[in-house]
């Protein structure tokens, strides 16, 4: 059963003003919720060559109705050329947290 809710996944480099980006996700009302997960490391093809970097993930808890507003939000100040943005469905979730997040995203 879908809730209409996505988990979206965006990597970010380690040396950019990630609490920033993410204040201005929650306060545009893009996004319920921003987990930043440090240190990961990302190995992936760019321009030819497998290069690998130290990035933070971010866990952004959002809804379909809100994703083509977040996209471009995103692509507009990222500091990536191409930006890792994959959404997924949020499938099962605990109603009141369910509850948190569409509030939460409402204008």
């Keep these: ?27 545009a009302k893009l996004a319920a919720c921003v987990n930043i997960v440090p240190n990961i490391q990302s190995i992936y093809t760019w ?5 690998e970097d130290k990035e933070l993930l971010l866990l952004i808890k959002t809804s379909q109705e809100k994703f083509p507003e ?7 100040h990222h500091p990536y050329e ?3 943005l994959i959404a997924t469905p949020i ?16 204008n």
């Design 1 to 27: 059963m879908s809730t209409n809710l996505l988990l979206v996944h965006c990597t970010f480099p380690i040396d950019g003003d990630i609490n920033e980006f993410a204040h201005k996700l929650v306060a």
């Design 47 to 51: 321009q030819g060559e497998v290069v």
């Design 70 to 76: 977040l996209e471009t939000f995103i692509k507009q």
């Design 82 to 84: 191409v930006v890792e």
């Design 91 to 106: 499938c099962q979730i605990a109603s009141d947290y369910k509850k948190w997040c569409l509030e939460s995203l409402q």
